[in-house]
């Protein structure tokens, strides 16, 4: 079975810091897609990015970037010069591509405040 | 930017009642799911739909929960007989085709069980 694990459960900094938010997850496939979505305090879930498992490029974004580590299983994602408009829950989560329905299975999140 | 809406955005109901929760994916979308979140928790598979049949269910989709395309639009969730521990904001998702595309939330409906 797939398994998604943020360690972090509360992170908190001060504007500008840059964050790292670490992901693990398990899985049997060779064959399968990682994904982080932000939950900000008014709740909906907004997709920031989608990385498949052949692809280990990392990947920067404006002040977002990737870190995708097939060999530790692990999907870090940094935030660079953080401002007050990133505090806001952040999943990590997992796709295997075999299932037909192809589910995602998300880690339990990370809470990340930044302070002013 | 298209989007994924659902209806309503909150809904109160008392313990034994039926709800239906809507959703309007995305329209050229294929695929529609339901996920649920507890209050603090982690966010849950449900079911995924494809085709007019369910595709997929988790262990929490058990008699109580069904789900149903009454027409080329709507998504429906149905909660037949509601219970306390079903207070929870219920996702819709809804990605284009294929296994490797992303799914699109909803903003979620937050279900209250009294």
């Known amino acids: 079975a797939q398994k998604v694990t943020q360690a972090q459960t509360e992170i908190s900094v001060v504007e500008k810091e840059d964050v790292t938010l670490d992901c693990v997850y398990e899985?049997?496939?060779?064959?399968?897609?990682l994904f982080w979505y932000k939950q900000p305090p008014s709740g909906e879930l907004v997709f920031l990015i989608r990385?498949?498992?052949?692809?280990?490029q990392n990947e920067i974004s404006g002040r977002y970037s990737w870190n995708f580590q097939k060999s530790t299983s692990s999907f870090n994602f940094t935030i660079t010069a953080s401002q007050v408009v990133d505090s806001a829950v952040y999943f990590c989560?997992?796709?295997?591509?075999?299932?037909?329905?192809?589910?995602?299975?998300f880690g339990e999140g990370t809470q990340l405040t930044v302070n002013p | 930017e298209p989007e994924v809406t659902q209806t309503p955005s909150h809904q109160v109901t008392q313990m034994g009642q039926e709800v239906i929760l809507r959703c309007v994916p995305i329209?050229?979308?294929?695929?529609f799911y339901w996920y649920r979140q507890i209050l603090g928790q982690k966010v849950e598979f449900l079911v995924s739909?494809?085709?007019?049949?369910?595709?997929?269910k988790s262990e929490i989709f058990d008699d109580q929960f069904s789900v149903e395309r009454p027409d080329g639009s709507n998504f429906t969730l149905k909660i037949r007989s509601t219970k306390l521990e079903d207070s929870a904001m219920y996702f819709c998702?809804?990605?284009?085709?294929?296994?490797?595309?992303?799914?699109?939330f909803g903003p979620g409906t937050r279900l209250t069980v009294l």
């Open positions: 998702a809804s990605r284009f085709q294929g296994r490797t595309d992303t799914q699109y």
């Open positions: 899985t049997r496939d060779t064959t399968y897609y």
């Open positions: 990385r498949n498992s052949f692809d280990e």
């Open positions: 989560a997992l796709s295997e591509v075999k299932t037909s329905g192809s589910r995602l299975t």
């Open positions: 329209s050229n979308h294929l695929y």
């Open positions: 739909f494809y085709n007019n049949e369910i595709s997929e």
